[in-house]
């Protein structure tokens, strides 16, 4: 079992930044990645970003190159979504995830078993 805890969201205004923060627990040892995806009212959920927990190339959305960062603190267990330039449709709860059964394809919602709650983040125009 893997414990996640999202915490950092907020209202912000367009062009502003947000970081947010996932605290791991239980079963971190066998964590293969992280991933953060989004869920905007009435819509599916979409990958946002992942990163390899033990070394290798992150992965972001096409939506957020050049925007959003992510990074790991293997130390701290915790994994963090830098968001700058932030606009309105970044709107969403935002998911932190943990794949620990080695799933090749970090994009997609099925390869994490565990799933934090959620972190609201706004963006006004």
């Known amino acids: 079992q893997v414990q996640l805890v999202e915490s950092g969201g907020g209202l912000v205004q367009a062009g502003g930044s947000l970081r947010l923060s996932c605290a791991a627990s239980?079963?971190?040892?066998?964590?293969?990645?992280m991933g953060w995806f989004r869920q905007a009212p009435g819509k599916e959920r979409e990958f946002v970003a992942a990163?390899?927990?033990?070394?290798?190339?992150?992965r972001s959305a096409d939506s957020v190159k050049g925007r959003f960062t992510i990074s790991r603190d293997n130390a701290k267990n915790t994994v963090y979504l830098q968001m700058n330039s932030l606009k309105p449709e970044d709107t969403a709860v935002y998911y932190c995830?943990?794949?620990?059964?080695?799933?090749?394809?970090?994009?997609?919602?099925?390869?994490?078993?565990?799933w934090g709650q959620g972190t609201q983040v706004t963006v006004t125009s």
């Open positions: 995830a943990a794949n620990l059964d080695f799933r090749p394809v970090l994009t997609i919602a099925g390869a994490y078993e565990y």
């Open positions: 990163i390899p927990w033990s070394g290798g190339m992150s």
């Open positions: 239980g079963r971190t040892r066998s964590t293969y990645a």
